[in-house]
């Protein structure tokens, strides 16, 4: 059964950095894509970025673009997401998503569509930005 765990979260002063990871285990996505969605309260979900695992391949939303930087480790199983120049507006809880089997193309779709068919999500870790 795969699982994604999430871990990093946490208050963050505007300006600040913050380093979210999520960790799979029971399953591989090496050849899929792995991202990460937000939700902030009264809001709808976003998703923020994706890495398809088998290029290194990574796709931004406008919204983060040039601030946050996805990343895998496929040895690990792990994704990260380094968030930087954080803003009160980003401010949510951070979903680690995975689907493996595929595409970049789909990868890139996730993010502008802001949705995965299939696929699995974490729990859910929280990042408040301070003003």
């Known amino acids: 059964q795969v699982q994604l765990e999430e871990f990093g979260g946490g208050s963050v002063q505007a300006g600040g950095s913050v380093r979210l990871s999520c960790a799979a285990s029971g399953g591989t996505f090496s050849s899929g894509c792995m991202g990460w969605f937000r939700q902030a309260p009264g809001k709808e979900r976003e998703a923020v970025a994706s890495?398809?695992?088998?290029?290194?391949?990574?796709f931004y939303s406008d919204s983060v673009k040039g601030r946050f930087t996805i990343s895998q480790d496929n040895a690990k199983k792990t994704v990260y997401l380094q968030m930087n120049s954080l803003k009160p507006e980003d401010s949510a809880t951070y979903y680690c998503?995975?689907?493996?089997?595929?595409?970049?193309?789909?990868?890139?779709?996730?993010?502008?569509?802001?949705?995965?068919?299939?696929?699995?999500w974490g729990q859910g870790t929280q990042v408040t930005v301070s003003s």
């Open positions: 998503a995975a689907r493996n089997w595929a595409s970049a193309g789909y990868c890139r779709q996730m993010v502008t569509s802001n949705e995965m068919n299939g696929g699995y």
């Open positions: 890495i398809y695992g088998g290029s290194g391949s990574t």
